[in-house]
């Protein structure tokens, strides 16, 4: 048996590894993560790249973006 944890955006139990901690230490997991970058990419939102977590303004780590984003994404991204 793997440990899991519960997503505090989409309430699904999942796997530890599907999770992303950010250097804030919220957690989340990847497919939330990745389906709020994409909708604040497609808006062109890129200030907008802050932890999930309400109230915490922490910018979101690079590394972490590219990542979480599929490579088109990341192309997307690095253009903005």
Partial sequence: NYPTEVCKI???EKP???FTKF???HKF???CILKDLSIKIKNK????????EE???EPLNYYII???LTPDLFD???SM
């Fill in 10 to 12: 989409c309430y699904f």
């Fill in 16 to 18: 530890e590894s599907q």
């Fill in 23 to 25: 250097l804030c230490d």
């Fill in 29 to 31: 997991c990847q497919e």
């Fill in 45 to 52: 939102e890129s200030e907008n790249f802050v932890c999930l």
């Fill in 55 to 57: 109230k915490c303004k």
């Fill in 66 to 68: 590219k990542i979480i």
């Fill in 76 to 78: 997307k991204y690095e």
